[in-house]
Every structure is written in C-alpha cells, then in structure tokens.
C-alpha cells in the first residue's frame, strides 16, 4: 500500500464515518472531501470541480425537472387515479397495482417524486377500503424504488454507472438496457411484497382502519380525553392580559381553540387577543398538568433577596462566554434545563451587541458571536475555558454586572408555604423555569445555602428559591389559579367539529426546507394562523412539549385551524397534505404538451441522435417554454443536495483511481472471492453495495464502487458491464432503512412505521431481488471477455 493509498482511504473513511453520524449533512460532507483531495493533492483543482459539469450529474438535475412538469399538467396524477380505481377492495390486488402503477411512473419520474404524488392518493384508497395506511405505504415506497430500476433514467444511480463506463472508454448502456433486469426485481419484488405482505407489514390497530375522518382522527392521535373548558373571572388578574402574556399556552401546554363571550365565538384566537372577565375558553391539553402547574401560584415573595446574595456571591463565579462560529449551540434555541445539565451553568442572559436580552431566553435562536453571562462554579469555569464551544471566556466583575446587566432588578426570593402541595415538586418536572424563563440561583434549606441547586431538586416546605426573573410572572401565575374548570368532559367537542374549524393531517415535503429546525421556529400560530396539536413519528403520537420537538422527515403533522388558513397551508410546497380539506384540482390542459415533451426526449436518446444530458436539458427548457411549469418551480424541483453530494463525491471516484486505491480494494475482493470464480465476485459486489445502502447515500455509493468494480472486473478479464448493472441493482434496492432512500422516509410518518418495520419486510425483499438478479443477469449480461 502506497502513502496516496493510504490517503485516499482515509478520506473514504472519515467520509463514511460521517456519513454514518449525520453530525453533518451529507452535502458538507461531499464538498469537504472535495476540498481534502485538492488540498492533498491527490487530484488538480480541475479535477475537483469536474463533477458539476458531469454528463451523469448534468442528466440528474435536467431529470428532475421533467419530472416536476410531468406532476404539474396532472399527467401523472391522471394515470395513477386511473390505474388505482382498478384496485377494488382486496388488499392483495391493492398492493400489486400499487407497486405496479408507482413503478410505471418511476421508470420516467424521479422515484421520489412519484412516492410523494401518490402518497395522498393511496392514504385516499386506505380510507374508502378501511384498510389501514400501514398496509398499503410501504409497498409505495418500495414500488418506486424498483420502478427506478427499470430505465437509465429512473434513478440517478444508473445514471451514474453509466457516466463511469463512458469515463473509462467503455461500451456504456442504452437507455432501456437496465430494463429487462429491472423488470425481473420489480415483478419478483412485488409478487413478494403480495404474498409476504399480510405476514410481514405491521398489523393494523382497529382506530387506523376507520375512515379518517375528523372523529377519527381525534381518536388515531389521541385528543379525545385532552378538550375542556374554563371561565376568567370577572376580577381575575388576567383581565386586560394578551393570550401571549397570560402564558397559558408557554407555561401550561394548553392550546386556546375558541374563546366565546356574550354570544360571540373567536376561533383560533391570536396571542393579541384580550383577555375579559365573564370569558369562556376552550382548550386542548391535558388537565392534570395544568392543576399541577397551578400549584406554584401558591409561592410566596420575600424580601431577603439581597442576604441570600450576600452569602452566595463568594461561592460562585459570573462569566462571559462567546459562542464559537463552530458551535453546536448555534441557530438551536437555548433551553435552560438542557444547558444546566450539559455545561453546568445557568444563563442569567444574553448579548447581541448593544442589546442585553434578560427575558425569554429561551425564545433567542443563538448566534455566532453572542455572549453569555454565566453563573457557574469554580471548577465549571476552567471547563468551560477549555471548551470548543466558544471562542472566549472570562470573568465578569461587579462594574460590568452593574452597568451592562443590571441583573439585581431581575433576581428575587420565594418561600414554599407550610404544608404546601409544591412539596416534593421540581422545577424540571413542571417546566415552570423554561415557561416564565425562572432559574433558580440558590437554595435556603434549614440554615444551609445550596448554591445552584439541580433542576430535579426536590422542593419542601419552608425552603427559600432565590430566582432569576420577573416578579410580575408570579402575577401571571396566580391569574393561572384564578381560572375556573368548568367543564372537562371527553365528548364535548363542538368546537372541533365547527363548519369553520377543522382537523388536517400532513407531512413535510421531500424537499422541505423545514426539516431539521425546532417547532418552536417554525410557529404555525404565527405564521399560518393554524395550531400543531400533535405529532406523529416512529408509530406514536406525540402530543406533549410539542415546542421542544426537532422537526424530521418523515414525521405526520395534526393541525388544528380555520378552514380557510388551512386551505392556505393546502397550497404551501413545504407541505404534503394527507387529508386535504377540499379537493385539489390540477389544470391538465398541458398535460399531452408535457407527455409529448417527455416521449420526444426519449425517442432522440433511443435513435442517437442526442445524449440523454443534452436532450433532458432540451426537455426541460420546453417544459418552461410552454409554461408546464415556471422557472422557479425548475429550480425548486431540483434536490440540489443530491447534485452538490454526486458532484462532491465524483473527486474521490477519481483519486481511488489515479492513486491505485481501487485496484488495491479489488485485489482484496479477487483474494477472498476469486478463487470461488467471477460470479461469486460479482455477488458479492452485489452484496456489499446491498449493505452499504443502509449507511450512505445511493449516490455517493455508486461513484465509490464504480471505480472498485471496473478494477475488480479488469482483473478478472471480463467487460465491466455485467458487474456495473449488479451494482446498479444493488444500489437502488434500497429497502432495509428509512434513511436508505428519501421514499422510505416520506412514508415513515403517515404510515406509523417504526424503523424495525423497514429490517422485518426490506430484508427478505433485498434477498428476493438479489436473488432474481442473479438468476437473470447471466441470461441477459453473460461474462464477456475483455476485447
């Protein structure tokens, strides 16, 4: 092994390292490979940003967007409606045409496309049937993804086997080469799924084969028992408060539905509406938690705040740290418990420049740059002095605290009563310090001072809370108290079944831009005017601390609101919408331009008279000339993390290579598999690249087996076709993850799957279709020597 070797294999595996970890996202990951091999040497700066203008890549994105025209004129749409009402009712004839139909559509559509096109369509079908979702998304997914096989264009994968044996100088694929092959995996496939199906799919509970409908979608996410009503009193302290300042949603996780008063009913009222005595609101939440929520009003103020300080300030230090450009605080909101419990600090406040925040920081998206007072320990300072998180550290003195923070205005002392019901309470179970942003700086328990105490310290009567905070919150708190059940029956739910208010259930786009940022920054009260109510994810509904969830792909989001805000929502492209309120209607008068668009760039690749990047760009362009859909819409269509991640990628394809990496790797191969003969080498290409769909994106799968795969195949003496097309097969036979492929992920949320449910049905099938390849590959790709 060579130093270039070596090198080369490292990049590949702290590349794989990384993109097992998902600390970072895969396109980084690409462009930091990039910029490694450039910056060691191992390939020209010409050779690092030859990627991007790739046939193979050129042909990925220009696909992209005749697939968006294809789903805008309804083209597609069409088809699946059609071909989906011969379904009938049976669900073993139900997921043949399921597969079949999504199949059809991804050998000329990208897979994940057409999974989010008929997504709505086949959850439709599972209502009319009764038959759960579940039964029925999984065969979707999978459908799309053995469609994908059939053509060169129907997966980026082939496209780029096909881009690497034209690089190398050999005979490369036709574009209905891969279809015979792909054929067998995909009617092999889809007779196993039929069979297996009702054996190996998750069995459905009784509430997910009902027709959703509002009732029952109630039922499905579990809001039945979550609806009561309550009364401000006339002289309540809420009186003449916004929604926002009374914090019943911040404070007590309660969603405020409707607020009647004289006759009159508000839906959906906004964090401005005033509060009036006499008010009667409806709420979803749970009434438990709000009754335990209401006990903290019972704490009493004292004056000792100044004592209480005096003792504490020579047990604790005040720091000013700043959040590094690296950080992983950064964009992320600050949680207070969370930090506690990671740095071993509070945050007493935050400053941006000439702005000192001291109030609701937990609401502050942090910054590069920001600055951090920090009331922490002796030895946590050296801690934090060390840490990569931030760029500086450092004490703070009096004069600083004084005329920067001015926090004595802000810090206060409370007495838990005599026999109080707080007792035994923590701080952390009841979220009162994230709520009203409290921290508690110290403890007073029977002559002893606890300095910063933990959040799960238990409270007891007579203990002393010296708090950072406001003291009008404390107001807040008892206006809380004030607020009378009236009623808290499970059935009373007229409010939900409102002309004008209504449930939707929908779930993020393949290529949202929300996925990976905090609900709480993503505000649907605010921005749409609707209310998150629960979420759904890995086979459970989540309805609690909705505003401290990670939005992720995959997940099924239960939105409660207007109809007409959630018409608007209808039409956002950040969302798919699984129960849509009306009925979406598509203009198809384009929809032969788009088809005849469609056939024209596939009859000039069959003919030869142009290459299939050259005539997709052509495509494409007419797509937008004859306005079956717009610029913006092409631009949207393309997953330009995909194409960053080929281009990215292609560099090391190109330095294993040129540095003799891949001939090293397939010299291992020919050493264990060789003796056994060419077929049992080609297997196991097959197989490796099989399990490393588990872990790596398709794309970058293939540009790194390409180049072991031509070596492996020179040694043996044989053209690299054969091999090439196993591998094709193998790579977008991505069936074991919901991370393998973006279609399996998209299914994830609406049909309750957890990611056991993926190994239980997507091993058997990767083994069918392995096994199918197999058998057919030698009649259709037999061994050839090399010429």
């Not at 597609?76 to 011969?86: D, E, K, Q």
């Not at 906004?270 to 939440?285: A, D, M």
């Not at 264990?672 to 099989?690: D, E, K, N, R, S």
Request: net charge neutral; proline share 5%; charged share 20%.
């Amino acid at each position: 092994m060579t130093f270039e070797i070596g090198l080369v294999l490292t990049i590949l595996v702290i590349s794989l390292a990384l993109f097992v970890s998902e600390k970072i996202r895969m396109d980084v990951v690409a462009l930091m490979v990039l910029g490694a091999l450039v910056l060691t040497t191992l390939v020209t700066p010409e050779e690092a940003v030859a990627g991007f203008s790739n046939p193979a890549v050129i042909a990925v994105w220009a696909m992209f967007i005749l697939s968006d025209g294809l789903t805008r004129t309804g083209i597609a749409n069409v088809i699946g409606h059609t071909v989906l009402r011969l379904a009938g009712r049976q669900e073993r004839r139900m997921i043949i045409v399921i597969m079949l139909t999504a199949g059809g559509l991804s050998a000329f559509m990208n897979n994940i496309g057409v999974a989010a096109l008929m997504l709505p369509v086949v959850i439709e079908i599972a209502r009319r049937t009764r038959i759960a979702a579940s039964r029925l998304l999984m065969p979707l997914a999978y459908g799309s993804l053995l469609g994908g096989l059939t053509t060169m264009i129907g997966t980026p994968p082939n496209l780029l086997i096909s881009g690497a044996l034209q690089q190398a100088g050999e005979t490369t694929f036709g574009l209905f080469d891969f279809t015979p092959i792909g054929i067998a995996a995909l009617v092999s496939g889809t007779l196993f799924m039929a069979i297996a199906a009702r054996y190996l799919l998750p069995k459905a509970k009784e509430e997910a084969t009902q027709k959703r409908s509002q009732r029952n979608l109630r039922t499905l996410y579990g809001l039945h028992s979550r609806a009561f009503e309550m009364r401000v009193p006339e002289d309540s302290i809420l009186v003449g408060k916004t929604l926002g300042q009374s914090r019943i949603g911040a404070a007590a996780g309660l969603i405020v539905i409707a607020i009647e008063h004289k006759g009159k009913t508000e839906l959906m009222p906004s964090r401005q509406t005033v509060l009036k005595g006499g008010q009667k609101l409806t709420v979803q939440g749970r009434l438990d938690r709000f009754r335990e929520f209401q006990r903290w009003s019972e704490l009493v103020i004292e004056r000792e705040a100044p004592v209480l300080q005096g003792l504490m300030a020579g047990q604790v230090k005040l720091a000013e740290v700043v959040v590094a450009n690296n950080s992983p605080l950064v964009a992320k909101l600050l949680h207070h418990s969370e930090f506690r419990k990671t740095h071993g600090a509070n945050v007493l406040a935050i400053r941006r420049g000439d702005l000192v925040r001291r109030v609701n920081l937990a609401y502050v998206p942090l910054k590069p740059g920001d600055i951090l007072l920090l009331q922490t320990s002796s030895d946590t300072l050296e801690e934090l002095q060390r840490s990569t998180e931030f760029s500086e550290c450092h004490e703070v003195n009096e004069e600083d605290l004084s005329e920067k923070y001015r926090l004595q205005e802000r810090i206060f002392v409370v007495r838990v009563p005599r026999e109080s019901q707080l007792a035994g309470d923590t701080l952390m179970r009841s979220r009162i310090g994230d709520a009203f942003d409290f921290r508690l700086l110290a403890l007073f328990r029977e002559g002893e001072l606890r300095i910063m105490p933990e959040s799960d310290q238990s409270l007891r009567s007579g203990d002393l809370l010296l708090i950072q905070g406001r003291e009008e919150d404390l107001d807040v708190l008892r206006g809380l108290q004030e607020l009378k059940v009236e009623r808290g029956s499970p059935t009373d739910f007229h409010a939900f079944e409102s002309d004008r208010l209504s449930l939707l259930e929908t779930t993020l786009d393949p290529r949202s831009t929300l996925a990976g940022q905090p609900l709480s920054e993503v505000n649907f009260r605010d921005k749409y005017g609707l209310e998150l109510v629960a979420v759904w994810r890995k086979g459970e509904a989540i309805r609690s601390n909705l505003d401290q969830l990670i939005l992720q792909s995959g997940d099924a989001l239960l939105v409660l609101g207007p109809r007409e805000k959630l018409r608007v929502l209808e039409k956002d492209p950040e969302f798919l919408i699984l129960t849509p309120i009306t009925q979406r209607t598509i203009d198809t008068t384009r929809a032969p331009l788009a088809g005849g668009i469609m056939l024209t760039v596939v009859g000039t690749v069959l003919i030869g008279w142009l290459p299939i990047y050259i005539a997709a760009i052509i495509g494409g362009t007419l797509m937008v000339l004859t306005r079956c859909l717009t610029m913006e819409d092409a631009y949207r269509a393309i997953d330009w993390r995909a194409i960053f991640l080929i281009a990215g990628m292609l560099p090391l394809g190109t330095a294993m290579e040129q540095s003799g990496a891949a001939e090293f790797l397939a010299q291992q191969t020919m050493s264990l598999l060789g003796p056994m003969g060419p077929w049992w080498v080609i297997a196991g290409l097959y197989l490796v690249t099989a399990a490393g769909t588990m872990i790596i994106p398709t794309a970058a799968l293939v540009v790194l087996m390409s180049p072991i795969v031509l070596s492996a195949s020179a040694d043996l003496g044989v053209a690299p076709q054969t091999a090439m097309m196993a591998v094709a097969m193998a790579a977008s036979a991505s069936f074991t993850s919901p991370i393998s492929h973006p279609a399996n992920i998209l299914v994830m949320g609406p049909g309750g799957y957890k990611f056991a449910d993926y190994i239980r049905l997507g091993l058997p099938l990767t083994i069918v279709v392995f096994i199918a390849v197999m058998l057919v590959l030698p009649l259709l790709w037999p061994l050839s020597p090399v010429t």
